[in-house]
Every structure is written in structure tokens, then in C-alpha cells.
């Protein structure tokens, strides 16, 4: 009911809701992108500070008493620090206790522990360090190493650009072959037969638009279309306006010339008088 109210107010008001990918330079955005975007952005992320409860309805084993299942997400908060670790899945949670039952409840805000730990990407060759959490490091073991762990996890379930940016990378190097492993074939190889998998969940496409952010997909077609149509400054094109009609100006005062006259060859008073000299032909 709630549904049909709002969508006669909205025709009440000749107004029409907007999504992200509708309007401007967005709406050209390619569905490989738009598909990541879903992925990382509309899928629930898996429950990490509260129990899922299955089904529609719950019985109440004391009184017996019905009640619909309420799977609410605890509403996190995401500080900048988050973007710049990998925390799997912990946030911060602000909320409210009670350290007196005759007094007010208090603001409180429950952080994750984080620390710095030096992580090693078999696909790049590299170490990195990184701030994780306890449940980071607990996923990656689980998972048998940090490339398995970031390449088998949904983009909702990572969540930060760092993470999401190693897996694109991560994905892009295992596309190319890994190169930087070609001084060791065999161990080259060994890592293609091992995460090789990982690419068949995305078209070469996916992969090029995957991990990006909202910013950087714009830039990214913003580049595109420039440099499929370079923009020529105005000065340029005036200026080779101008030597063109000079060239043609200068090709059309060269056709009107007319050839020289010949200049007969002059005589001195000493021809003349010299009786040895050539008599000129009448």
C-alpha cells in the first residue's frame, strides 16, 4: 500500500526518481561496470556483528507467541581509515549502554583492533604491509593465502578501495600471464594452474571495469571519449588556415608572372671602333 502511495505522489508531483547510472556521463557507463557496482554496492554483505536468522516467522519458546523475522543490518560507520586497510567485514558501530540501571544510556562506539601486517601476493611476487583486523587474518588462512582469500571474496564482503584495487590488479595480472614471472617459468606456470580458475567468473570486460570506483569509471570513459575525438584548439586550426591560404596565394602570384625578356647583349664605342672586332649580323 505504502508502495502505490508513493508512487502516486510522484505522479501527483510530476517529479521522477533518478538512480545513479541515469543521468550525465554515468548513463554511458558500460553494463560490466555497472554489474561490479551491484556486486559492491547493492548485495547485502555478509552478517559479521550479528546472527542471520533463517525463515520468515519465529516461535518464542516460553510464551509461544509468533513473530516475523527482522534481519536488520546494525547501521556501521565508515571512517577514511577504512578505505586504506583491509578489515573483513568489521566496522565501526556506534550505539548505547547502560553502565547504570538508574541512569541514562550513554553514546558508545565499538572499534575494530587493527594492526599492520606484512602480507605476501604469490600472482604479484610482492609483500605488502597492510592494516588488517583478527578476522582478516582468519579469513586468509581459511582461505590458503592472501590471493585466494581477496580473488574467492565478493566486492560487498571486501568493501575498502585497497582491497578491491589488489584484486583488480590481481585479476589483470593473471589475464596478462603474469609477466613478471617470467624469469621462472616453472613457477610461472604453477601459479596460472592455481588461480587461473578465478578468471572464468568474469569476461576480459569485467575485468578491465572491475574494482574501479564511481570517480574512476568516469575518468576512465571521460578518456575515452577524448581520445577517440581529440579536441583541437582553435588556435591550431586558424593557423593552418592560414599558411594554406598563403601557399595558395603565393602558387597564384607565381602563375601570373610573366617570363623574362631577353635582354640583348650591349655594344661599347670599343666594338665599334675596333676594325679587328666581329661585325654584328643585320
Known amino acids: 500500500m505504502a508502495q502505490y502511495m508513493k508512487q502516486g505522489a510522484l505522479a501527483l508531483h510530476g517529479t521522477k526518481?533518478?538512480?545513479?547510472?541515469?543521468?550525465?556521463?554515468?548513463k554511458q557507463l558500460p553494463e560490466a561496470y555497472?554489474?561490479?557496482?551491484?556486486?559492491?554496492?547493492?548485495t547485502e554483505p555478509t552478517a559479521v556483528h550479528y546472527i542471520r536468522k533463517e525463515g520468515k516467522f519465529e516461535r518464542d519458546e516460553v510464551t509461544g507467541v509468533v513473530t516475523p523475522?527482522?534481519?536488520i543490518p546494525i547501521p556501521f560507520k565508515y571512517p577514511k581509515e577504512f578505505d586504506e586497510g583491509i578489515w573483513g567485514g568489521e566496522m565501526v558501530i556506534q550505539g548505547f549502554v547502560k553502565r547504570n540501571p538508574t541512569k541514562r544510556r550513554i553514546p558508545h562506539f565499538w572499534m575494530p583492533r587493527l594492526r599492520r601486517m606484512v602480507l605476501r601476493s604469490e600472482v604479484l611476487d610482492m609483500y605488502m604491509a597492510v592494516v588488517v583486523t583478527k578476522r582478516t587474518m582468519d579469513l586468509i588462512h581459511s582461505s590458503h593465502g592472501f590471493d585466494h582469500y581477496l580473488l574467492k571474496t565478493p566486492a560487498c564482503d571486501l568493501g575498502s578501495n585497497l582491497s578491491l584495487a589488489i584484486k583488480r590488479k590481481l585479476l589483470?595480472?593473471?589475464?596478462?600471464?603474469c609477466p613478471?614471472?617470467?624469469?621462472n617459468p616453472t613457477r610461472q606456470r604453477e601459479i596460472l594452474e592455481e588461480y587461473s580458475q578465478y578468471l572464468e567468473q568474469y569476461t576480459p570486460e569485467e575485468i578491465e571495469w572491475y574494482g574501479l570506483t564511481f570517480t574512476e569509471a568516469i575518468e576512465k570513459l571521460q578518456k575515452s571519449i577524448d581520445d577517440?575525438?581529440?579536441?583541437v584548439p582553435h588556435k591550431v586550426i586558424f593557423r593552418a588556415k592560414l599558411i594554406e591560404q598563403l601557399r595558395k596565394a603565393e602558387e597564384?602570384?607565381?602563375?601570373?608572372e610573366e617570363p623574362p625578356v631577353p635582354i640583348e647583349e650591349s655594344t661599347s664605342w670599343l666594338s665599334k671602333v675596333n676594325p679587328f672586332g666581329k661585325k654584328r649580323e643585320t
Do not use: T
Open 34 to 42: 555497472k554489474k561490479f557496482w551491484r556486486e559492491w554496492r547493492e
Open 252 to 256: 597564384k602570384i607565381i602563375s601570373q
Open 69 to 71: 523475522v527482522q534481519n
Open 17 to 26: 526518481k533518478f538512480g545513479k547510472f541515469d543521468k550525465g556521463l554515468a
Open 180 to 183: 613478471n614471472l617470467a624469469s
Open 172 to 177: 589483470h595480472e593473471l589475464q596478462a600471464g
Open 228 to 231: 577517440a575525438n581529440p579536441i
